[in-house]
């Protein structure tokens, strides 16, 4: 069973850091062919993707609101992926998700949150003016 658990979610100011991480547990090495994304949901707001990243690391994807400030990157020998948010703005405020789906290629909307199947609690990211 593959589980996801996502820290780091903090109250900042704007201009402002975080590093967010998704810790997956019951994953090997031989079958890791998942991709992992990084969703945000605002309440009363539809979820959005942020950011997804390949099973290897060596393709990432970022929506263009995050576009230059944020970076997800891997590690896989600690079953990692984050995301390092700079310049954060109020409108980024929302909880934050991680979300994976074992593929062998990245799904027709990587971005999308229905194309992934397991989900983290999340962690809360409010980003003050």
């Known amino acids: 069973q593959v589980r996801l658990v996502e820290s780091g979610g903090d109250s900042v100011q704007a201009g402002g850091s975080l590093r967010l991480s998704c810790a997956a547990s019951?994953?090997?090495?031989?079958?890791?062919?998942?991709?992992v994304a990084w969703f945000r949901q605002a309440p009363g707001k539809a979820r959005e993707g942020v950011a997804a990243?390949?099973?290897?690391?060596?393709?990432?994807f970022y929506a263009d609101s995050v576009k230059g400030r944020f970076t997800i990157s891997k590690d896989n020998a600690k079953n990692t992926v984050c995301l390092q948010m700079n310049s954060l703005k109020p409108e980024d405020t929302a909880m934050y998700y991680c979300?994976?789906?074992?593929?062998?290629?990245?799904?027709?909307?990587?971005?999308?949150?229905?194309?992934?199947?397991?989900w983290g609690q999340g962690t809360q990211v409010a980003v003050s003016s």
């Open positions: 990243i390949s099973p290897d690391g060596g393709s990432s």
């Open positions: 019951g994953i090997t090495a031989s079958t890791n062919t998942y991709y």
């Open positions: 979300a994976a789906t074992p593929r062998w290629g990245p799904p027709r909307t990587i971005l999308a949150p229905f194309e992934y199947g397991i």
